[in-house]
């Protein structure tokens, strides 16, 4: 089944945004990470598919995969409003769990947007095996994007080309 194009004249997307709420989060990291999430959100149009998956050493998933429509950016905007940061990071798990979201609805582009500062300490926390991970993923047909990442992290997704890197806290 082919989507249709969506109102903005653009190949359908699906967007998961995995948002790290890890207690190394607090405060202006994550109001930063929420901000980002909200400002994407504003660019999805009808046609459309998003969700929404927080991790620290819990996976949960605030906003199934859903079609975008008028009410998405609100609802979006009350489930954001509802988080907050605490526990460890279980950035592996989190991203697998956002790619399978990701995966869920596939459009001609499946995006999985990690918002994190990288600091793995649960379950994988080799950086190079969640790299391999990212390049699964794309062998799979979904682009894994990391915003707001230090540079260990940076470099070893980066590694083979597989990450597209939106942003970065240099």
Sequence with gaps: EE?????????PLNFTAVLDVS??????????AKAAVLQAVQYLRPGDVFSLV???NQIFVPFDPSPVNDGTYQAVQEALETI???GMTALSQGLETGLEKARTHLQDTNL?????????N????DLE?????????????AIVAFARVRRDVERALYRGGVMDLVGDDR
């Design 112 to 120: 999985a947007l990690l918002l994190s500062d990288g600091q793995a």
């Design 23 to 32: 207690g190394s989060m607090r405060g202006e990291k994550l109001r930063q």
């Design 84 to 86: 907050s940061a605490g």
């Design 122 to 125: 649960v379950g994988v926390t």
């Design 129 to 141: 095996m969640i790299g391999q991970q990212a390049y699964q993923a794309r062998q799979r047909g």
């Design 54 to 56: 927080t991790f620290s």
């Design 3 to 11: 989507a249709a194009p969506t109102d903005a004249g653009r190949p």
